[in-house]
């Protein structure tokens, strides 16, 4: 009833292009961001900043990314969380080594060294597919980790590659309080997300989408396979590494190599999937729902095993957990290949017809 | 130079013990062309299982037996409620399925029977072999090479079972092509399970003799990661791939772990262990530059 396009006509070309097309589309992520921006730093809690908000962006950031490479050029990747520590460790450096460097500039300049690293080994693309490279991406996922850890450079002569990062300041202004952090990771992450869902929309995009349904069709019809592969390497590792040097920085403010493990690839993997392979939305509602679900199976659990009269002790609640993720992957491949997304979709459709039935 | 040969054949026997895993990995990966990530949690789960019968009193061999037949329930699970339900989807949808399956067996295994580190005694004992220390003053543990000559000996048989029985005939005609195999009476699903149980099996001596050297403990689902650059050397199709590729990463990481931290250390100072954490990646990585379909590995030509 609310949700009809029936009278928006476009008279432009400005207005046939553009992100929403549909005007319930635009007041609604209007008011998102205006709840985003104003109601949330106005209500939301400490715990809330630091727990959830925080780290849903942070990680929303991280699935785009991969959700990039994976989902739209269609590079099976499972280095992401090394990229996240690349660029973790670059903004540390270029905070502590170069004096007077602006904090905005090492977030921008840890992208790009993460861009750099993620060309370097997205190079065996060009050369293998599919579970070939996926596997080659663990080669980033070791290799990197272990470079992070033993040399004492990296981590400024730090004991075991541990970073403690300094506090944050942005043209004069500190950010330490909880809602100040949160307000500068969501503007970040608002950018680099208008900036990815423009991306996907252009030629970049298409070739990206062209070489991902079949690269040997792609090159025929004239797409450079190298720039291509190689572009959304650098562009999802970019993506990684400011999530990453956000994750220290705005996040958790001390940093280990091994917090980078192969485990937070994985998550992440799990956020596109649920979220929806191939879809900028989806990478924000997986991560909120990888992150989610832990925190509710923490509350859930006890309060079924004190119904049940079950002994639930901690390892079985996280066995639980393990279990609960996996068929979740499983459950959502079979019954949702798109997830999350993808019913946002089919509610929007229901929602333009309702309440008639056709 | 008898450090240099002690080495090598350490990482030798150590590499049959990859192969082993790997070998998991192949066998689904030809006759379903999925690949299985879950082949290191099978080897944890079937590890506990043959623990979990031994701590309820029974003997070695019944232990084994049951054991299997948890696998081969499994793999039959398996294919009837995930596989079968993923019948024309992408094969890297069905990768990231058998992620999920990972996670959910490594959820599943500790539940059932505990997560406690369990002593596996499969009654090898891991010392030198005294005649050749003797000889050549060179250590050679006989349990490495006794899991190496079981190791053999299951990849011959296996090898005989599919080149010799009519079961083994349908498997390399469903490996060929599913629908030609379909289209003259090979039942695909019974195959399918067929395939997981013996890679059940396989995974269950893999995890027997991990678990006898290492404890079986959560650890083994590791096991996976040092298979896959061996997979990857070897090629996804090829059961002998398998066995050269271990052989290949097993020997290569050990003489680097021992012969590449001194020279970096000489460079840039500190401690440079834990390099055979990732060398067999990185080296399996240059080698597919090289040889993108690996070392046995089919030639894949692509069509429009």
Not at chain 1, 258 to 284: A, E, Q, R, T
Not at chain 2, 68 to 94: C, D, H, W, Y
Not at chain 2, 175 to 195: E, N, R, T
């Amino acid at each position: 009833m609310f949700y009809r396009e029936t009278g928006q006509f476009k008279t432009s070309y400005a207005a046939d292009q553009q992100i929403f097309p549909i005007r319930q589309d635009r007041i609604g992520i209007m008011l998102l961001l205006v709840v985003a921006f104003v109601v949330v730093p106005l209500v939301a809690s400490n715990y809330w900043f630091n727990a959830i908000l925080i780290p849903f962006l942070i990680f929303s950031l991280a699935a785009l990314g991969l959700n990039i490479l994976t989902g739209y050029a269609g590079q099976l990747s499972l280095g992401s969380a090394a990229f996240m520590a690349v660029g973790a460790y670059a903004a540390y450096n270029f905070q502590v080594r170069v004096e007077g460097m602006p904090i905005l500039a090492s977030f921008v300049l840890a992208g790009l060294t993460a861009a750099g690293v993620g060309i370097l080994f997205g190079l065996p693309s060009l050369r293998i597919k599919g579970f070939y490279l996926a596997v080659a991406t663990l080669a980033a996922q070791f290799f990197i980790v272990w470079c992070l850890t033993k040399f004492p450079y990296l981590s400024n002569n730090s004991s075991s590659g541990v970073i403690s990062v300094p506090g944050i300041e942005v043209f004069g202004m500190k950010f330490d309080a909880p809602q100040e952090r949160y307000l500068l990771v969501l503007a970040i992450v608002a950018l680099l997300a208008l900036a990815a869902k423009n991306m996907v929309r252009s030629t970049t995009g298409r070739a990206w989408m062209a070489v991902r349904d079949m690269d040997v069709a792609a090159e025929v019809i004239g797409i450079r396979l190298m720039c291509t592969k190689l572009l959304a390497f650098a562009v999802s590792s970019f993506y990684c590494g400011v999530a990453g040097a956000l994750y220290a920085f705005c996040y958790l403010g001390s940093v280990e190599p091994d917090g980078f493990s192969l485990d937070l690839s994985f998550k992440i993997l799990f956020m596109i999937i649920v979220g929806g392979v191939g879809s900028v939305l989806g990478s924000f509602l997986g991560a909120a729902f990888i992150l989610l679900l832990p925190i509710f199976l923490d509350i859930f659990l006890p309060w079924l095993s004190g119904v049940l009269q079950l002994p639930f002790d901690g390892a079985t609640v996280s066995h639980i957990q393990l279990m609960v993720f996996g068929a979740l992957i499983m459950f959502f491949l079979i019954v949702e290949p798109h997830g999350l997304a993808r019913l946002w979709q089919i509610g929007k459709e229901k929602l333009r017809l309702w309440p008639f039935p056709h | 130079m008898q450090f240099f040969f002690e080495v090598l054949i350490g990482g030798l026997l150590s590499g049959i013990m990859y192969s082993l895993v790997a070998l998991g990995f192949v066998l689904i990966y030809k006759a379903s062309g999925v690949f299985n990530f879950a082949q290191g949690a099978m080897v944890y789960f079937a590890a506990l299982s043959l623990v979990g019968c031994l701590e309820k009193g029974a003997p070695l061999w019944l232990a084994f037996i049951l054991a299997f037949v948890i696998m081969t329930l499994l793999g039959i699970a398996t294919e009837k409620f995930v596989l079968r339900k993923m019948v024309n989807q992408s094969p890297i949808a069905l990768f990231m399925a058998t992620i999920g399956l990972a996670f959910f067996i490594e959820g599943l295994a500790p539940m059932l029977w505990g997560n406690q580190v369990w002593p596996l005694d499969i009654g090898l004992v891991d010392e030198p072999i005294g005649w050749i220390l003797d000889r050549y003053n060179i250590v050679v543990s006989s349990f490495d090479l006794t899991a190496a000559g079981l190791a053999m000996a299951l990849v011959a048989g296996l090898a005989l079972f599919f080149q010799y029985t009519r079961v083994g005939r349908a498997l390399r005609a469903v490996a060929d092509d599913h629908q030609a195999a379909l289209s003259i009476g090979i039942p695909l699903q019974h195959i399918w399970a067929l395939v997981w149980a013996v890679a059940g099996f396989v995974a269950l001596v893999a995890g027997m003799l991990w678990g006898s050297r290492n404890g079986v403990q959560y650890a083994l689902t590791f096991t996976a990661l040092k298979a896959l650059p061996v997979l990857i050397l070897g090629g996804f199709t090829s059961v002998p791939g398998a066995i050269v590729g271990g052989l290949i990463i097993g020997a290569s990481e050990k003489l680097a772990e021992i012969y590449i931290p001194p020279v970096l250390t000489d460079i840039f100072g500190g401690n440079f262990g834990g390099i055979e954490n990732w060398f067999p990646y990185v080296l399996a990585l240059l080698f597919l530059l090289v040889r993108p379909e690996g070392l046995f590995g089919e030639r894949h030509i692509d069509r429009v």
